[in-house]
């Protein structure tokens, strides 16, 4: 995060009165999290905050402390400033027609050969290991008071996009910031029952029901979820979080990937690298996007089409 960057966020947040903050859309915990802990610090300070998403908390998000503030109803007003956090641009949101002063990014993904938007101001930093991350700076530098509940927020946003601390996005900073959060009240075993070990019993018996579909060839491993086993189960697509994990947990596995029937003919692609192979470049060539260790994308075809066109280009990833 540059200095002079910073200081123009500053000054624009300290100038300003009505914030308007919105995310992507199938929103995770960073995306919400930031979202939430973002507002909560802007109205310590007295401003007036709208925070929008155009798909709901997910259920396994709703212990967030002011989870409920996150609104799907769109504003009629005109706001002075607009956050996008966790997503670089507005496409991302699935949201139109807001009306703002000026934009600003919070964000870590890889922009690749995106163009960024002038009039906006950006905090774009991919080496954040989450979204959150940068929003506990932001913070900070506001000298806003961390409480439980911003902290709460927080912290499951970098636990979840590290992987509980796990993946090569774990640096000395984020597990910094987390111990700053843990002693500013986040509860990492009270955040962690919720996150890991709160799954529906539906969940397990989608997950029984996609393992027999697991794929290995050479170095890539997938996994399929078809709509006929979200029927089965009466789940939805929030039941699929980390299923993608299972095929990158393989022996010999470099690139994971997760093909999801969204709907006839429509899939959407997760895609995990172990390390050696940018999967956000892969993802970006079929419209989509990401981090270089984990990527999404849409698809439209059979499901034999669609793998072959990922499969494909995962393969000559893999060769280059
Ligand atoms: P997931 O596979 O868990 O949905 O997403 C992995 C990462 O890729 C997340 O950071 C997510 O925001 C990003 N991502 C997933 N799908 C898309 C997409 O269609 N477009 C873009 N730009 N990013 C995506
Ligand atoms: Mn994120």
Known sequence: MTTRILHRLLKLIKTNKKFLIVSHISPESDAIGSSIALALGLKKMGKSVYVLNRDPVPDILKF????????????????????????????????????????????????LSQVIPKQSLNLIDPKASATGELVYKLLHSLH???????????????????????????????????????????????????????FSFNRLRLVSLCLPTIEKKGKITSITVTRDMFKKTKTSIEDTESIVDFPRQIKGSEVALLFREDRKNLYKISLRSKGKVNVAKIAKTFGGGGHANAAGCKLTGSLTEVKGKIFKAVKSAIKN
Request: hydrophobic letters at 40%; a positive charge.
């Open 144 to 198: 806003v008071t961390i409480d439980k509940a911003i902290a709460t927020n927080l912290y499951t946003a970098i636990l979840t996009d590290t992987g509980g601390f796990r993946y090569s996005n774990t640096t000395p900073e984020s597990l910094k910031i987390a111990s700053r959060l843990v002693a500013a009240g986040a509860d990492p075993w009270e955040i962690t029952k919720e996150v890991y070990e709160n």
């Open 64 to 111: 967030l402390p002011s989870a409920k503030i996150v609104t799907r109803k769109i504003p009629s007003g005109k706001f002075d400033v607009m956050f996008i956090v966790d997503c670089p641009n507005m496409e991302r949101t699935g949201l139109k027609n807001l009306r703002a002063k000026i934009t600003v990014t919070i964000d870590h993904h890889l922009l």
